[in-house]
């Protein structure tokens, strides 16, 4: 079956840096998402990982590895605003959207 | 990035009434939509996916009579919830697929802002 694990909750200090894994098993694969999800909003687009490799855009930053079928996002700086769910998706070989539970991240003063 | 709207965004309902929400590609012709529904700190479970122009495909435990979608056109997609009871009371998010135009990566999805539906 397909599936995506990531932890279900983590808590960081602001100003820090946090580091959310991901761990994928699909059939087929085109690609792995993060989504940002604030308490009752709808999840805003993060980034996009296709290759391997790290993709830096501002505070954020997302790897992958697809011979490990892993991925992490990595968060710098963390604000306070930063609390959220943050949600790991990964496209299979039909471009369907396989989604994990989310992490929820608790950003303590 | 491309925007997709929904309406309403919050909708309280008697048992057994009916609610339509709308989705709608603002700035790009959506030619897939995808409807999901999330319950508290829970994932996004994907309900049906819809292309214009021709019925839409419910995932495994979703009830096509009870969920109806209409893909009526490129910019536009609906879902309604017939005889809503309370345990239909949760979040509803559409999302729409573009193409190359939208300004993403190839075919990404771009979502609506939800819905929160509490039937009482």
């Known amino acids: 079956g397909q599936n995506i694990d990531q932890p279900t909750e983590m808590t960081a200090t602001e100003g820090a840096i946090v580091q959310i894994n991901c761990t994928y098993q699909?059939?087929?694969?085109?690609?792995l998402f993060w989504y940002q999800q604030h308490a009752g909003e709808a999840p805003t687009f993060l980034s996009y990982?296709?290759l391997d490799g790290l993709e830096e855009k501002g505070r954020f930053s997302s790897f992958l590895s697809r011979s490990k079928g892993y991925s992490y996002l990595l968060l710098k700086e963390l604000q306070m605003k930063d609390s959220a769910s943050y949600l790991c998706?990964?496209?299979?070989?039909?471009?369907?959207?396989?989604w994990g539970a989310g992490t929820k991240l608790i950003i303590k003063p | 990035g491309a925007v997709v709207s929904q309406h309403p965004s919050r909708v309280i309902c008697k048992s057994g009434t009916s609610v339509k929400i709308e989705c709608r590609s603002l700035?790009?012709?959506?030619?897939?939509m995808f409807w999901y529904r999330q319950f508290p700190k829970q994932s996004l479970m994907l309900m049906a996916t819809s292309n214009e122009g021709s019925k839409a495909t419910y995932e495994q435990g979703v009830e096509k009579d009870k969920f109806l979608i209409n893909h009526a056109s490129l910019t536009l997609s609906t879902l309604t919830v017939t005889s809503a009871h309370p345990e239909d009371s949760s979040f509803y998010i559409c999302?729409?697929?573009?193409?190359?135009?939208?300004?993403?990566?190839?075919?990404?999805?771009?979502f609506g802002p939800g819905t929160r539906l509490t039937v009482l």
């Open positions: 700035d790009f012709q959506a030619t897939t």
């Open positions: 999302s729409a697929r573009g193409g190359l135009e939208a300004g993403g990566p190839r075919d990404e999805q771009f």
């Open positions: 998706a990964a496209w299979d070989s039909n471009y369907q959207l396989i």
């Open positions: 699909t059939s087929g694969f085109n690609g």
């Open positions: 990982n296709v």
